[in-house]
T-cell receptor, first 114, second 113 residues
């Protein structure tokens, strides 16, 4: 149980385009999902908390207009990187909460912006 | 600023030995503690969680929690080369009315044959 999927697993796009990443909880419902970013050889950085039916809560320093989060159902949250630039290239990972507070991670999406 | 501290390593142990990974945290109000394993290029995978003081065992893994000392550790018995990965300690905090995890930077474990 507690399986989380992400799609796509890898994406390459041109600078200035927008990219949407989907995060799904496959065998449980998740009121809360999280979005993280990880640069090479660094730890996870929490970007935002996504709550079903309400606006996402962004961490300090994360641009909410650039990283759009939608949590439309109890099994799906999406992250859209708008007007992507090379510095947005990173490993984006979502997690979904099962039970009280246990986070299960998706496999991640590697974004490369040319 | 809530913090979680881990030794970055690498921690090198021979195959079959016990690997001991340590973590300290700053928020005395934290109640939930997690260990994740992350292989290079992959996302974190949950190993264990622990809520109560003392030891919790699951197969070759034992998590230990001491809330008075704000210390949590992970022991890996009979270490295998496949255990070579980065181990992330995570502590749950409540911020702005929401639960979220604060991660340590991770300890890199290398198990050599």
């Amino acid at each position: 149980g507690a399986v989380v999927s992400q799609h796509p697993s890898r994406v390459i796009c041109k600078s200035g385009t927008s990219v949407k990443i989907e995060c799904r909880s496959l065998d449980f419902q998740a009121t809360t999902m999280f979005w993280y970013r990880q640069f090479p050889k660094q730890s996870l950085m929490l970007m935002a908390t996504s709550n079903e039916g309400s606006k996402a809560t962004y961490e300090q320093g994360v641009e909410k207009d650039k990283f759009l989060i939608n949590h439309a159902s109890l099994t799906l949250s999406t992250l859209t990187v708008t007007s992507a630039h090379p510095e947005d290239s990173s490993f984006y990972i979502c997690s979904a909460v099962a039970g009280a507070d246990t986070q299960y991670f998706g496999p991640g999406t590697r974004l490369t912006v040319l | 600023q809530k913090e979680v501290e881990q030794n970055s390593g690498p921690l090198s142990v021979p195959e079959g030995a016990i690997a001991s990974l340590n973590c300290t945290y700053s928020d005395r109000g934290s109640q939930s503690f997690f260990w994740y394993r992350q292989y290079s290029g992959k996302s974190p995978e949950l190993i264990m969680f622990i809520y109560s003081n003392g030891d919790k065992e699951d197969g070759r893994f034992t998590a230990q929690l001491n809330k008075a000392s704000q210390y949590v550790s992970l022991l890996i018995r009979d270490s295998q080369p496949s255990d070579s990965a980065t181990y992330l300690c995570a502590v749950n905090i409540v911020s702005g009315g929401y639960n979220k995890l604060i991660f340590g930077a991770g300890t890199r474990l290398a198990v050599h044959p």
